[in-house]
């Protein structure tokens, strides 16, 4: 198990969740107050701050000069370059779903009829199937409005502070520092 | 007009060779980028970068209107490495990236003033060192480190081009990157003794 508290009772990871801006400002104050007293956290903040400069500055490697003329003979020869004819309205998904189901109900009556079971087995396996649709008709529906309104909202934005206080209490950090 | 990734989805989708070959090289230096930290090969990071090309034009009609392309290719070719690397059976264990948790405790008896970023970069060694240190890492952190650090990737699009959880990325790219700070104060202090 990763050690995680550091000599001054700080945990380590409370200052990678400070450098990266992830405290509510009421923790951050905290934290800035302990570092400003801790030698040793502030060693720890300046070396993890100088590693994160560092590894922004690696090379990332190149790809061969020819790669994409390689890569595009290869898709041409492989036919990856054709793709399928997908129909995209919003009514192709209810289509799909209303074939699959007449399909259902076609190989329902060609194969019911024939097997030779008791009358009230067949009647409660009547109303089980008409149960069944029903519930997934209604599953259905309620996917694609679903579906329809997760298009429509917009990419909810990071929120900022959210090791706050109901994660990580001010009052138990103060508490954890010995003030 | 600008070529953005919704348009080039859709030319695509239509057949369009010329968008096709925009697409690689838009986004070849990110997953040539990613298959190499994954297997350390520039040999086998470009067989791993076609094939994540080939799947993706493949997988196009599968791909979401509109959304960003860099993410759902590096989670490709995250996939493809990782296949590729259980193919190759376990890995060694790093007793470099082990090494490094023990050098804590001899860091802190001697407590040198922390160099500042321009002074670690005058050093050419480090920049080796911190490469191998990058692939040392535990493969599934080198993906995050890469996408982060080396193509400034939010947490959340690193997120989404791993297929995990926020809280999950940040807990990785925290112990990489406590692992990395260790390993380059280890190496700044052998260099200046």
Same mark, same amino acid.
């Given at each position: 198990?990763?050690? *995680?508290?550091? *000599?001054?009772?700080? %945990? ?7 450098? !990266?801006?992830d ?5 951050? $104050? ?9 030698? %040793? ?14 590894? *922004? ?8 000069? !020819?790669?994409? &003329? ?7 020869a ?8 997908? !129909?995209?309205s ?9 074939r #699959? ?8 009556? #060609? ?12 009647d $409660? &396996?009547?109303v &089980? ?20 309104r997760?298009? $429509?909202?917009p ?20 508490r954890?520092?010995?003030? | ?12 989708r ?27 090969d ?18 196009? =009609? ?15 070719? =995250? ?6 690397? =259980? ?25 040198d003033?922390?160099p ?17 240190a ?7 952190y ?9 193509h400034?990737?939010s ?18 790219? =925290? ?19």
């Amino acid at each position: 198990m990763t050690k *995680t508290k550091r *000599t001054c009772g700080l %945990d380590q990871r409370w200052l990678h969740i400070y450098l !990266d801006g992830d405290f509510a400002p009421a923790e951050e $104050r905290i934290i800035e107050t302990h570092v400003a007293r801790c030698a %040793d956290c502030q060693r720890e903040l300046a070396w993890l701050r100088a590693t994160e400069s560092v590894l *922004t500055t690696v090379e990332t490697p190149a790809p061969p000069a !020819d790669f994409t &003329a390689r890569l595009m003979a290869r898709a041409a020869a492989e036919g990856a370059l054709i793709q399928p004819k997908v !129909d995209r309205s919003r009514w192709a998904s209810i289509r799909r779903v209303a074939r #699959q189901a007449t399909a259902g109900f076609w190989y329902a009556g #060609q194969v019911l009829p024939k097997v030779s079971v008791p009358e009230s087995w067949r009647d $409660r &396996a009547g109303v &089980a199937l008409g149960r069944g649709a029903a519930t997934t008709g209604r599953g259905a529906w309620r996917a694609s409005r679903w579906l329809l309104r997760r298009q $429509r909202r917009p990419e909810p934005e990071p929120k900022r502070g959210r090791f706050s206080l109901p994660r990580l209490p001010g009052l138990q950090l103060a508490r954890q520092l010995g003030r | 007009m600008e070529w953005t990734d919704t348009r080039l989805v859709s030319e695509c989708r239509q057949g369009n060779e010329q968008a096709y070959a925009r697409l690689v090289d838009t986004y070849k230096g990110l997953v040539y980028s990613v298959s190499y930290r994954l297997l350390g090969d520039s040999a086998e990071a470009e067989d791993a970068a076609q094939e994540t090309f080939l799947a993706a034009f493949r997988g196009l =009609h599968t791909f979401r209107e509109g959304a960003p392309l860099a993410p759902w290719l590096s989670r490709i070719a =995250h996939n493809y490495c990782l296949r590729q690397l =259980h193919r190759r059976g376990p890995t060694t264990v790093s007793l470099e990236a082990r090494l490094a948790d023990d050098l804590e405790p001899l860091a802190q008896r001697v407590p040198d003033p922390v160099p500042t970023p321009e002074t670690l970069l005058e050093r050419s060694e480090l920049g080796a060192e911190l490469e191998a240190a990058i692939m040392a890492l535990p493969a599934r952190y080198r993906t995050a480190v890469t996408l982060r650090y080396l193509h400034d990737f939010s947490y959340a699009e690193v997120a989404e081009s791993l297929d995990l959880p926020l809280g999950t990325v940040k807990t990785q790219l =925290h112990r990489a990157r406590g692992l990395l700070r260790k390993r380059l104060e280890a190496t700044w202090t052998e260099a200046r003794a």
